[in-house]
């Protein structure tokens, strides 16, 4: 199993960043996957999920109407689009195959002028 990360970086605020997870060794297709964030000093917390159809996603309150989570099940990828970017929004982004011990190597995010 491997989840590969890539986007991220540093941008000002009110700015966006796309944030993608390639899967493989598992049917991606079946599975509901989420999106986690870790700022510094705290817990990892979901910030948006999709189910294996993509026919529902769910945001934390924080990020809705800002985030758009998504994922293509031919390219076996998941996605996180995030707009209007806020300072509170910095940490470092994982992909999780969910329930399971699965996790992307870490995206950071930095939001700042």
């Known amino acids: 199993v491997q989840l590969v990360q890539s986007g991220g970086g540093l941008v000002q605020p009110g700015g966006s960043l796309n944030l993608s997870c390639a899967a493989s060794g598992f049917d991606f297709s079946r599975y509901y996957m989420p999106w986690y964030r870790q700022a510094p000093g705290k817990e990892r917390v979901m910030v948006a999920g999709?189910?294996?159809?993509?026919?529902?996603?769910d945001y934390a309150d924080s990020v809705k109407g800002r985030f758009t989570i998504s994922r293509d099940n031919v390219k076996n990828i998941l996605y996180l689009q995030m707009n209007n970017l806020k300072p509170e929004d910095s940490g470092v982004y994982y992909c999780k195959w969910y329930g399971t011990d699965y996790w992307g190597q870490g995206t950071q995010v930095t939001v700042s002028s």
């Open positions: 999709i189910t294996g159809t993509g026919g529902t996603t």
